[in-house]
RNA sequence: GGCGUCGUAGCCAAGUGGCUAAGGCAGCGGAUUGCAAAUCCGCCAUCGCGGGUUCGACUCCCGCCGACGCCUCCA
């Protein structure tokens, strides 16, 4: 089968070899852990998911890395991301996301990073993201890379022997990128197009100092920071790109890798200052042979943002807090229903990775009916399947498993592969076995009915069971309105049923009478 | 100014130099139903605009219009 992607590199379609045969290596950018992660991370994490759990549907042995930058970063003057997270929590504390005691000491860094650190895996759990289940053998920290030869501290001191590196006057490190004649060839900028701050971004004072505009840096030394750590240029704190770097050689074990993903406006300076880093140290040609980016998430038509009140964690879209506009009064308000987890997973990674897809209310009620589809077929198979009757064997001769397989090699086509599937979803099964066998296979990809297949030992933390109760009272009435339509008590049997929607569920006529299940995005 | 992506029905979204331009949602008609829901059957686009290449273009080329991203906080 022919895989390929578009290269971020490259700027067009390449077939894809893995650098050994059978085996994949991804490093993909993960979360600065100073408030909860949003929908738009979770878009692009995503997106590097799908890719993983492509591979490992193609036979592929996947090493899947992404990093937890833990460290606070420079902005400007004395301000810091951790100092800003500090006082966000003092809020968030006020206000209950952030429960109480969660965080003892909002001073503190370390503490808003590990509470954020665990806020994220939660959701990423929640959300079917694999990697999030290897924490933290394939999810390392960036506070827990600084020192050592094999640390960013070592991959500095590399820089400066190999002359790519060095010290200006006022004690900072610098990367030197006129050193590094490969600076440009992600984003396609060459050193004479950069133009000194054409963002608006950088101060006059941390430019004076560079040899080129274009320099970044590798250490500050500063004793005031919070999080600081010894090092041959003092005491001090790393550079936000060389994280990376580190721990994509140092995790994976290699100096070159197959793909390492990201979202898109990470291409420059983020990526390409790893290049320029990694290069360096290495003397290899390349890092990482493919660079695949994930675009932009929208929200109902406009960049998300704080300010136009279209901003949403994941666990905002989980709780309902999803703005809708009314129909009657045309105001804006929470649509105020809980969303599954894999009706968001599904909204987020069913439209192309590179295009700008847009978030909205509507999409998730249509990804919300799509995921009962393919339920609600799964359990009609598995009810068909007597028990034990063993497990089919599938593989990607299966004719519609290869057809869905084909339009994911090709640049993960997601809407091709659904255009395969629920087609055939939609026709005859008449072996349930065979057809449940490719729909698991399928579904190791998606991983959206359930979310967590393929994960071993992860249904107890996603689908929490405590709301059996829920349940059971909800089938109560179903049996309730079944003697009342068997009556015909018509009133009767309404107003179970309103009870039964008013409990987020769902009630079908059956022909072994009615049948309750909970609505998946109501 | 530099670099890059994109423009397919009400919405989301595949795809191809020439067979009926996937699939989903919504909508419409019908079957079914106590009424609904679910389900099933049927209907529902000429591909931003203008030129060119070609026997033939939505698909290739040029121009235009429009949307969006990056150019040292950002997934």
Known sequence: MKIQFYNSLTNQHEQFTPLEPGKVSMYSCGPTVYDFAHIGNFRSFLFGDLLRRFFELTDHEVHHVMNITDVGHMVEGESDKMMEAANRVKVNKKSGRVPEGAIENPEDPYQIAEFYTQAFLEDARRLGYKVAYEYPQNVPKATHHVEGANGMIGMIQKLLERGHAYVADD?????????????????????????SNAGGRVSEANQSQKKHPGDFMLWKPDQHHIMKWDSPWGVGYPGWHIECSVMARSIIGRDVIDIHTGGEDLIFPHHECEIAQSCGATGEDRFANF????????????KMSKSLGNFYTARDVFDGKVK?????????????RSVHPAVLRFELIKSHYRTNMNFTAKGLIDSAQTIDRMVEFRRTLESKIEDDGGQAEVD?????????????ADDLNVSGALGVMLPWIKGDHPDPQLSL????????????????????????????????????????????????????????????????????????????????KRKLSV
């Open 171 to 195: 004690g900072v490190v610098y990367y030197s990128v006129e050193s590094f004649p490969g600076y440009g060839q992600l984003s396609g900028n060459s050193l004479e197009k950069i133009q």
């Open 396 to 408: 990607l001769s299966h004719p519609v498993l290869g057809e869905f397989t084909a339009m994911l």
């Open 437 to 516: 066998a490719v729909l698991k296979k399928m579904n190791s990809v998606l991983s959206v009915a359930p979310i967590n297949e393929g994960i071993a030992n992860a249904a107890e933390e996603v689908e929490s069971e405590s709301d059996a109760a829920e349940f059971e009272q909800a089938q109560q009435w179903a049996n309730e309105m079944d003697t009342a339509r068997q009556d015909k008590d018509w009133p009767t049997s309404d107003a179970f049923r309103d009870k039964i929607h008013a409990a987020g569920f769902e009630v079908q006529q059956t022909p072994e009478g009615s049948k309750i």
């Open 324 to 336: 809708v506009t009314d129909e009657n009064t045309g105001e804006l308000m929470e649509m105020g």
């Open 291 to 302: 660079w695949i980016h994930a675009r932009f998430l929208f929200v109902e038509n406009e």
